[in-house]
């Protein structure tokens, strides 16, 4: 069986695009620190 759980892939595709979301504030916050 090669076909991929859609909701494991659903949750893995999620995992990356948090951490993506996360990479992408950090990098914000360091360019400008907001306070």
């Known amino acids: ?3 991929q759980d ?3 892939k659903n949750l ?3 995992k ?3 951490l993506a979301l996360k990479l992408r ?3 914000k ?3 400008k620190p907001t306070k």
């Open 6 to 8: 859609p909701k494991k």
């Open 12 to 14: 893995e595709d999620i």
């Open 25 to 27: 504030e950090n990098l």
């Open 16 to 18: 990356k695009e948090k």
């Open 1 to 3: 069986m090669k076909k």
């Open 29 to 31: 916050k360091r360019k």
